[in-house]
């Protein structure tokens, strides 16, 4: 694709695939060592979500048959719902879940366009507001519901930007269980669209979230979890129950397989930890 078609794209918020079906410009190449789920027994690929006038798009993944699957959110990074994200969805299908991926950036933009990504955060990701990020996962909630999901089930997990959202929807929705953040934003400044970060939202969680982070992450210093363990250690009895596990020597995006940050034994780990915080803490 030219250099202008991808730019009219991005004008006129024209998406030329699916959700989910391929992999955002920004992160091209893919690495061979990148993971894909089979889809055989699965009913997966584009849904559409009512969220007031507007129809969201989102990547679903659930099993063939399911009755009453618990529901699971999936959040993307920057990248938006590209592959990784959808084959991510797949793994959580495999062990019976609904799992929806629903993308939070396409009233700004087409991110799987963008080949850079300091244009993909300054002219979409940076425009996104948390309230109207909020907004959307409700209706994705009500959405599953609404196909036989069972939202009493209910588990939220993200990846970088996906994961500081995370953080978010736990103290947002009381009808979550459980949330995993890999690698989300702890603390920033405030601004109109992101007027408080998770550090300032400890008090409020409704559920109890494992953060999994990189010891070794540039954009999350380490003194940032510590500043986030100890306004959890204050916080809701929910935010109590809250733990972290940091991976020492390993770098922000360890879960990326398609990227060079990938860390296979710590992804490994933590993928465990994921489904066993849910389960634990009624998500599953």
Known sequence: MGKDRIDAGRRDFVRTAAVGT????????????TIR????GLVTGEVMIKVGDFQMPAFRAVPEGAKNPPVVLVISEIFGVHEHIADVARRFARLGYMAIAPELFVRQGDAGSYGEIAKLMEEVV???PDAQVMGDLDATVAWAKSQGGDA?????????????IVWLYAAHNPAVKAGVAWYGKLVGSPSAL????????????????LGLYGGADQGI??????????????????????????YPDTPHAFNADYRAS???????????????????????
């Open 152 to 164: 009493s089930r209910l588990g939220v997990t993200g990846f970088c930007w996906g994961g500081r």
């Open 22 to 33: 391929t992999f955002a410009a920004a992160v091209l190449p893919v690495s061979s060592q």
């Open 37 to 40: 789920t089979s889809s055989e």
């Open 126 to 128: 940076s425009k996104v």
């Open 194 to 209: 992101q007027p408080r970060h998770p550090v300032e939202l400890a008090g409020e969680l409704k559920a109890p979230v």
């Open 221 to 246: 210093p380490l003194e940032t979890v510590e500043q986030m363990k100890a306004a959890l250690a204050k916080g809701s009895p929910a935010a109590k129950r809250s733990e972290f596990h940091v």
């Open 262 to 284: 990938y860390r296979k034994e710590a992804a490994d780990d933590a993928w465990k930890r994921c489904i066993a915080w849910f389960k634990a803490n009624g998500a599953a």
